[in-house]
């Protein structure tokens, strides 16, 4: 099966909490202070790989968490840092935020993102040390990590893909041009999911070009297979519009999925396409007049004698131009991703601090609930003591 959807639930880790510790050495009874920092949560990042074709992982597998960040001790000793979950996605995944917002698009190969950032590690007591308060008795929470439910959708990038009635001859003309194996049958919806290849032309240059299943009347709304995978379509530079020509009129069956993409939208009809009237071995000379300034090329080819492949693959690399700019690699390889929205930076107006009796809120404390739940999050029993604005409460 192919999986061009996923929904998953990241989890970052929380940081450690601050140590709160004294010095313990003989002969002093009251040491200074000497707890370290929690250590950082690990993040949940992705990460672009080009050898992933789809998300079927994420059919198992939704939910995701990062190791929490080690707590502070005594004798300054920092905690440990948690270890980062580094989920691998198939290139030209989108991430969507769950009310359906685009967040990112990682449409270059090793393109990364951090999905959801680990809390911040408390600080021990030790930095909290000053002239005039020697033996402070607190220290941070670490903070929690973020959470989030996430939709991915893969939207495959290939410079020109196939469209056309089912039984048209897409994947044979795929096997014929490139290096990908589709499965070819004389029988409708032979293809299930989108394949890939690659053409290699004379000049070195490259190309990918997507085979998806064969769009029927009325696939914009959902009959057969193919509208599903129109979104496949939607990246593309160019559609290879093939028309079985041993079965009745061309110029027809062409504006029959020209209607689909159309009623479809996202800009499928506005496409350069190039026309493969393709069986040309069995159907002999059907005219195919039609005048339209999308139509870049009219070609006919057979699969099964190799008419016309060579001119196919000829038009492919003429009308898709290398792309203007290749986006510089910074050195470290990861290429940035491109982000829609901005995510607000999680930080909040307050901080909790362990005591040696129980917690104090800094900053402005939130509502009520809010802190509870801040405060239990932060590892807060039902009975502790907690000071806020000067005053005490007793967490219930
Ligand atoms: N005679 C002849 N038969 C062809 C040609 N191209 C494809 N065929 C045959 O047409 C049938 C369908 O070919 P496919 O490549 O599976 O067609 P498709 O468009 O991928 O079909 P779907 O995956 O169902 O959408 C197979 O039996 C092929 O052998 C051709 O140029 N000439
Ligand atoms: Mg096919």
Redesign the pocket.
């Given at each position: 099966m192919f999986h061009d959807r996923a929904r998953i639930r990241v989890e970052a880790g929380r940081g450690g909490h601050g140590g709160l510790s004294f010095r313990r050495e003989k002969f002093v009874p009251r040491g200074g202070p000497d707890g370290g920092d929690g250590g950082h949560g690990g993040d949940v990042l992705f990460v672009a790989d080009a050898d992933l074709r789809d998300l079927s992982f994420f059919q198992g597998r939704k939910r995701f968490r990062a190791e929490k960040g080690g707590p502070g001790r005594g004798a300054n000793k920092h905690g440990a840092d948690g270890d980062d979950v580094v989920l691998r996605i198939p290139v030209g995944t989108q991430v969507y935020s769950d009310d359906g917002q685009l967040i990112a698009d990682l449409a270059g190969a090793r393109s990364m993102m951090v999905a959801a950032r680990g809390g911040s590690g408390g600080r021990g007591n030790r930095r909290f040390a000053t002239p005039t308060r020697r033996a402070p008795r607190f220290a941070e929470v670490g903070l929690p990590g973020e959470e989030l439910e996430l939709e991915l959708r893969l939207k495959l990038l290939a410079d020109a893909a196939l469209v056309?009635l089912?039984?048209?001859?897409?994947?044979?003309l795929l096997r014929r041009i490139s290096n990908a194996k589709p499965k070819?049958?004389?029988y409708?919806?032979?293809?299930l999911a989108p394949v890939l290849g690659t053409v290699d032309s004379p000049g070195g240059r490259q190309l990918t070009v997507a085979?998806v299943?064969?769009l029927i009347e009325g696939a914009s709304e959902g009959i057969g297979l193919g509208h599903e995978f129109l979104a496949h379509l939607e990246r593309a530079r160019l559609l290879v519009h093939?028309i079985d020509m041993a079965d009745g009129d061309p110029a027809q069956r062409f504006a029959l999925i020209d209607h689909e993409l159309g009623a479809y939208g996202a800009g499928l009809d506005e496409l350069p396409q190039i026309v493969v009237l393709?069986?040309v071995?069995?159907a002999g000379e059907v005219p195919f007049g039609l005048d339209d300034p999308r139509i870049r090329r009219v070609l006919r080819?057979?699969?099964?004698t190799g008419a016309g492949i060579k001119d196919l693959v000829g038009a492919l690399f003429q009308l898709c131009p290398p792309p203007p700019e290749t986006p510089d690699v910074p050195e470290d390889g990861i290429v940035e991703f491109l982000v829609y929205r901005p995510r607000p930076s999680g930080r909040t107006g307050f901080r909790i601090l362990r005591t040696d009796r129980g917690y104090r809120v800094v900053g402005s404390a939130p509502g009520l609930e809010e802190l509870e739940e801040a405060l239990r999050a932060a590892g807060a029993k039902k009975g502790v003591e907690v000071e806020v604005d000067g005053g005490t409460l007793v967490l219930s």
């Open positions: 056309g089912p039984n048209a001859g897409k994947s044979s070819v049958a004389n409708p919806f032979t293809t085979d299943p064969g093939v393709n069986k071995d069995v080819t057979s699969a099964v």
